[in-house]
């Protein structure tokens, strides 16, 4: 069939998304085909009520999360919807208005669930997708929007307690939010913020000697690069970073993996190095990036006490009351 047909057909099924008879099937064949008509996003964002059907599938099976009864159709039939997010989430054109109209918000009850039943881990995966869409591309107002509705801590449970696959996509988005400047201060600006993510990537670490999966590999090492870019994180690292890094423990798992392999170097390194090392960005740090970086360092050294460097224990500074005073 011509493109001319092919974009009928598919304007077709977006208008078919407003009537509730209609929708489920147009829901199920537009996720199928959505990576064939590049302007689905668009599209559906400025099509009459096609928006607001997408919600009103989400918040239809919120009754559902808690006490856990979604059914394997009615999780199948709100993804195919949460596919059609992504797609709006995902296109330069959309994902600033998905983010104003503060629609990321209506999957944090399907992040907040905890139930392992297959349901309710596809849901958190497909939700994790949308979320994962959005950071994709640096974009600080995206960081600065979920730092606000605090999806971190929805990302720690599910690094502790999700599949493999949830795990890594979770993992990936604290990566990149870190790897903002303003997400690698608000996760260092606490002890407690600090702990709270340093204690689930380690864990994560302890699980993969029993199940490994270089994938999540990856975006621990990375997280954990990022975090030795800051001093006081550095400082504690050095107390709290696994010995599994440490050690050849996973050279094996990663010996066709460049980049991998480069970043845990790098964050040896880091953690051996007195000095405040060079950032590790793909792109060269802008002048006033840098001297905002600098100028937070600087502070921080001249309000905190000197750790003495044999402190004890794992957590360095776990007898130290974990106020932000103390860490800042
Ligand atoms: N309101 C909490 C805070 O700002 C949110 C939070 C809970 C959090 N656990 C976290 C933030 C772990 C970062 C890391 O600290």
């Given at each position: 069939?011509?493109?001319?047909?092919?974009?009928?057909?598919?304007?077709?099924?977006?208008?078919?998304?407003?009537?509730?008879?209609?929708?489920?099937?147009?829901?199920?064949?537009?996720?199928?085909?959505?990576?064939?008509?590049?302007?689905?996003?668009?599209?559906?964002?400025?099509?009459?009520?096609?928006?607001?059907?997408?919600?009103?599938?989400?918040?239809?099976?919120?009754?559902m999360l808690s006490p856990p009864t979604l059914s394997p159709h009615a999780s199948n039939r709100v993804c195919n919807a949460l596919a059609l997010?992504?797609?709006?989430?995902?296109?330069?054109?959309?994902?600033?208005?998905?983010?104003?109209?503060?629609?990321?918000?209506?999957?944090?009850?399907?992040?907040?669930?905890?139930?392992?039943?297959?349901?309710?881990?596809?849901?958190?995966?497909?939700?994790?997708?949308?979320?994962?869409?959005?950071?994709?591309?640096?974009?600080?107002?995206?960081?600065?929007?979920?730092?606000?509705?605090?999806?971190?801590?929805?990302?720690?449970?599910?690094?502790?307690?999700?599949?493999?696959?949830?795990?890594?996509?979770?993992?990936?988005?604290?990566?990149?939010?870190?790897?903002?400047?303003?997400?690698?201060?608000?996760?260092c600006a606490t002890a407690e913020r600090f702990y709270a993510l340093s204690f689930v990537l380690s864990s994560m670490v302890t699980k993969l000697?029993?199940?490994?999966?270089?994938?999540?590999?990856?975006?621990?090492?990375?997280?954990?690069?990022?975090?030795?870019?800051?001093?006081?994180?550095?400082?504690?690292?050095?107390?709290?970073?696994?010995?599994?890094?440490?050690?050849?423990?996973?050279?094996?798992?990663?010996?066709?993996?460049?980049?991998?392999?480069?970043?845990?170097?790098?964050?040896?390194?880091?953690?051996?190095?007195?000095?405040?090392p060079a950032a590790t960005g793909t792109v060269a740090p802008t002048a006033s990036a840098a001297s905002a970086a600098g100028g937070a360092a600087?502070?921080?050294?001249?309000?905190?006490?000197?750790?003495?460097?044999?402190?004890?224990?794992?957590?360095?500074?776990?007898?130290?009351?974990?106020?932000?005073?103390?860490?800042?």
């Amino acid at each position: 069939i011509s493109m001319a047909d092919e974009s009928k057909e598919f304007h077709g099924l977006v208008l078919q998304l407003i009537n509730p008879e209609q929708r489920e099937t147009a829901l199920l064949e537009l996720s199928k085909k959505r990576e064939s008509f590049p302007d689905l996003a668009p599209v559906l964002w400025h099509s009459y009520g096609t928006i607001a059907a997408l919600l009103q599938e989400i918040i239809s099976i919120y009754p559902m999360l808690s006490p856990p009864t979604l059914s394997p159709h009615a999780s199948n039939r709100v993804c195919n919807a949460l596919a059609l997010l992504q797609c709006v989430a995902s296109h330069p054109e959309t994902k600033a208005k998905l983010m104003n109209a503060q629609i990321p918000l209506y999957l944090y009850p399907f992040l907040n669930t905890v139930s392992r039943h297959r349901p309710f881990e596809y849901l958190r995966l497909t939700s994790l997708g949308v979320i994962g869409a959005l950071v994709k591309v640096d974009d600080t107002e995206i960081v600065n929007f979920l730092l606000q509705t605090e999806i971190i801590p929805l990302c720690l449970r599910i690094m502790e307690t999700g599949s493999e696959l949830s795990k890594t996509v979770a993992t990936f988005i604290v990566q990149k939010i870190l790897l903002d400047d303003a997400g690698l201060t608000y996760i260092c600006a606490t002890a407690e913020r600090f702990y709270a993510l340093s204690f689930v990537l380690s864990s994560m670490v302890t699980k993969l000697l029993e199940a490994p999966s270089v994938r999540l590999l990856k975006h621990i090492v990375r997280c954990y690069l990022r975090l030795s870019e800051h001093q006081r994180a550095r400082e504690a690292l050095r107390q709290c970073l696994p010995d599994a890094l440490k050690d050849q423990t996973f050279a094996a798992a990663i010996q066709s993996e460049d980049a991998v392999q480069r970043w845990l170097t790098l964050l040896l390194k880091n953690l051996n190095d007195p000095a405040a090392p060079a950032a590790t960005g793909t792109v060269a740090p802008t002048a006033s990036a840098a001297s905002a970086a600098g100028g937070a360092a600087r502070t921080a050294a001249v309000n905190l006490p000197t750790i003495p460097s044999g402190s004890s224990g794992a957590f360095g500074y776990a007898s130290v009351p974990l106020a932000s005073a103390n860490w800042n």
